[in-house]
């Protein structure tokens, strides 16, 4: 746990190590959730499409907590570079609240409008969108636990606690991939439930992962000072709904475009359907170390911003950056040249996943071509979002996102992918173009300097 001093004192390594510690973590997660599209994948094709498209909804979910925990990292991180404790204890408390009501709120839509929701995707095959149910009614449903766990996260990053955050993720993954084994076809006494199997393990690794993460959290930090909210701080909790939702809001529209345009791939077909699900999952994979280091950033800048240091903060945002790109290209690229090893890694040898094999992997072989400058666009969103936010330039990624992601990536890749019949790689280039625009004019917007003239802490 690194201490205010050797943040703002720039300690040698400092940024490294909890950019690595985060990307670890990051890292164990998606080769984890990989894995389990691999495990459900030996179980049918049937079960992969069905998970898939019930994690394109968990992903919006997650985005709904991210309205408390984002504003809480940009808060905490920036009373910290103040010494302002007082504030800080009121914002710890306020976002666990906000989002255990959320969750519980949000778990009880998943139960009852699961089904509908997947009507909305145009998931028509009723074996997908039953098995999609299932596994949205569960993990859904105890959707509470997550939330809490993305708070924690929250909370942990503005402490730069990313190791303890990686060894906890790491656990509970493991715990998740054994579960998988035991649940999925059945070992020892374990029933046979396929993709509820699934779903039992997800949720009973999470919530032995919440019971560690307040644990660990009470020893390193302290236990949250409820009697902060006695006298309910009104202002600090306008603080994070007005920094929140906008910041939330950017994410959110992301990703509901991507809702969108999963209805789209369900129309083409299996083939594209999952070989969407499998690029999505590796390119996760490429982009990793970039969001990583823009996660350890945007902590650093917050204490820099905190502190009053603005053009000690524009240079650390630059240098992560140029880093950044560089890794995601080449990273895509090493991905472009082996897809075929690494596609067949996620292709089941059952004979309804053999008949559909070499069409994935030549449709996949062109959208990872189309991934490489893809990659190259993502690299500057991931940094210079983060970048804005923190600074309190909260409402224009937002509104970019909005304007760009539904006109280029939805607008464009339904008259290309749908219209004109391109298929996924017409989908594929419509995100393509909207992450390297928007990318483009958030550099512009981040080098004109305009946030620093804000103050999230005194506004």
Excluded at 51 to 74: M, P
Excluded at 417 to 426: C, E, I, M, R, S
Aim: aromatic share 10%; net charge positive.
């Amino acid at each position: 746990m690194l201490s205010r001093s050797d943040v703002l004192n720039n300690k040698r390594g400092a940024l490294m190590s909890l950019a690595m510690s985060t990307f670890a973590a990051n890292m164990m997660h998606t080769l984890v959730s990989n894995v389990d599209q691999i495990m459900i994948s030996r179980y049918s094709q049937a079960a992969v499409a069905a998970v898939g498209n019930a994690n394109q909804i968990t992903w919006v979910i997650t985005l709904l907590f991210s309205v408390f925990s984002t504003a809480s990292v940009i808060l905490i991180t920036q009373y910290k570079g103040a010494n302002n404790k007082e504030h800080e204890d009121e914002v710890y408390a306020l976002s666990i609240a906000a989002n255990t009501l959320l969750g519980l709120i949000v778990g009880a839509v998943c139960i009852i409008f699961g089904r509908q929701i997947f009507a909305l995707m145009n998931v028509t095959d009723p074996e997908i969108a039953e098995l999609a149910y299932q596994y949205i009614a569960i993990v859904g449903g105890a959707v509470v636990f997550p939330s809490l766990m993305i708070t924690y996260g929250a909370l942990f990053r503005s402490n730069a606690m990313m190791r303890e955050n990686m060894i906890i993720t790491i656990a509970v993954n493991l715990l998740n991939v054994v579960g998988n084994w035991l649940l999925i076809y059945g070992v020892g006494i374990f029933p046979e439930l396929g993709v509820r199997g699934v779903a039992i393990s997800t949720v009973f690794s999470r919530v032995l992962g919440l019971i560690a993460t307040i644990i660990i959290f009470r020893r390193k930090v302290g236990g949250i000072r409820w009697s902060a909210l006695r006298r309910f701080p009104v202002r600090q909790f306008w603080k994070l709904v007005r920094i929140g939702v906008p910041a939330a809001g950017e994410s959110f529209s992301y990703d509901t475009a991507q809702l969108v345009i999963m209805g789209f791939v369900n129309t083409m077909g299996i083939v594209a359907v999952n070989t969407k699900i499998y690029v999505g999952m590796i390119s996760m994979l490429t982009y990793m170390f970039t969001a990583s280091l823009g996660d350890a950033t945007q902590v650093f800048e917050g204490y820099l911003l905190g502190a009053k240091r603005h053009d000690d903060a524009y240079k650390r945002v630059m240098k992560t950056l140029l880093v950044g790109v560089i890794c995601s290209v080449a990273a895509t690229v090493l991905v472009y040249f082996f897809s075929d090893p690494i596609l067949r890694l996620f292709i089941g040898n059952d004979a309804e996943a053999l008949l559909l094999r070499d069409d994935i992997l030549r449709l996949g072989k062109t959208i990872f071509l189309i991934e490489i400058g893809l990659e190259f666009g993502r690299a500057f969103n991931l940094t210079l979002v983060k970048a804005l936010q923190t600074a309190g330039d909260i409402k224009f990624p937002t509104f970019m996102c909005m304007v760009s992601s539904w006109t280029l990536s939805v607008l464009g890749g339904y008259i290309m992918g749908v219209q004109l019949g391109w298929g996924l790689v017409g989908i594929w280039l419509g995100i393509m173009l909207d992450e390297c625009i928007r990318g483009i004019i958030l550099l512009i917007r981040w080098k004109a300097g305009g946030w620093r003239k804000r103050d999230v802490i005194s506004e």
